[in-house]
């Protein structure tokens, strides 16, 4: 089955990481739960604040509901959960997947939630779904779903929809909803499936759809140029137009851009420069700053080939801010880190919940404000520490919390 893009995130759940915010001298990490497998495994980011106050979240593995079929991921069957926690810690299991025969809720959520206009949760997930067909070795494509805070879960569309070989797409990533109050998003692959270019299960597919669960594939991609293998995770500029990026073809990942209705431009190519000092191998989604351009992380490439943090315009100009592993340590490790495992997020200051005042908002409005992001130090760091946490004071960000209309950063004011 095609469980792809689920994320190798640590299995608890901090106050820091609630509170998105860069670390700063007084700031103090606390673990408001460890994880064991009847509540879930490799809980998926980002978490999204309900209207109720409490935080909620996915976990791509484990719960109550096994299965080697649908949830096979080597040693492991668990199929997932939807978990709340309340800011001092109380955790429970909102829903476990797989709960229905054949798992036609779904299985394996391998992103976070989205919180809707309507006050309900919406996400998806990697496999069950009501097409047990071949395509995806019978374990099903791929569900988007809406939940209720009381755990009451309703399947708004089941992926493998549209044939033949599921034009529609298998194995869908992150939501954002958008302006228009409908949900856009990519898959990994399905879409065009001839075997061409190197997608023997189609390249992916960029998709809305509506709170009512009705279903449109915006663009097909075909590996012709236009890039491979959607990331998760799209980001509605000021424009209106959502930007994304890929893990491959166009070169070594691109960026691309792609209007509501469904008009497709790629913008960048990485790898485009020579030894790949602009970056190879996007991760993560973008983050629109104060200027309008746009902010994002590769994995590889860059001045050493350890990764870059780059800044790129709506017309697809792009710069490096930075090229990891530009400094090392006593034991020969990169000091600054290297090979960056997620894309940037927004600093939050204010209460232990995320919630920022007026005042706070202005301020923040009007100041320069670092950006954090995770990366992996790939040499020399303790397995126990896999994660460093670091600071670009270059990026300006004007709108430090989410809106609680999209998991996604909110936008600014151009694009560049």
Known sequence: MKNTWLGKIGLFVAAICVATAVASPAQTFNTLFKFSAGDGEAANGPLVQGTDGNFY?????????????????????????????????????????????????????????????????????????????????????????EITSAGKLTTLYSFCSQQPSCADGIGPGQLVQGAN??????????????????????????????????????????????????????????NGNFYGMTGAGGGYGSVFEITPAGKFSQIYSFCSLPNCADGEGPVGTLLQGASGYLYGATQSGGAYASGTIFEITGRGKLTTLHSFCAEENSQGACADGSTPQAGLIRPVTGTSTGRL???????????PLPVAARFSNSRGVSSSQPFTVFAHKRTVLTAPFRSRHSCSPPTERSTG
């Open 57 to 145: 979240g996915t976990a791509g593995l484990g719960g109550a509901n096994h299965s080697r079929k649908y949830c096979s991921n080597g040693d492991q069957y668990g199929c997932g959960t939807i978990f709340e926690i309340t800011p001092k810690g109380k955790f429970s299991v909102v829903y476990n997947f797989c709960s229905l025969t054949d798992c036609a809720d779904g299985g394996v959520p391998s992103a976070g939630l989205v919180l809707a206009t309507n006050g309900n949760l919406c996400g998806t997930t990697n496999s069950g779904g009501a097409n047990n067909n071949g395509d995806c070795n019978g374990a099903g494509c791929g569900t988007v779903f």
């Open 181 to 238: 109050g409908n949900f856009f998003g990519t898959t990994a692959s399905g879409g065009i499936l001839d075997g061409n270019n190197g997608c023997p299960d189609g390249c992916g597919t960029v998709f809305e759809i509506t709170q009512a669960g009705q279903f449109t594939t915006l663009y097909k991609f075909c590996g012709c140029g236009d890039g491979e293998f959607p990331l998760s995770g799209l980001v509605q500029a000021a």
């Open 357 to 367: 005042r007026s005042a706070e908002m202005r301020q923040l409005s009007s100041a």
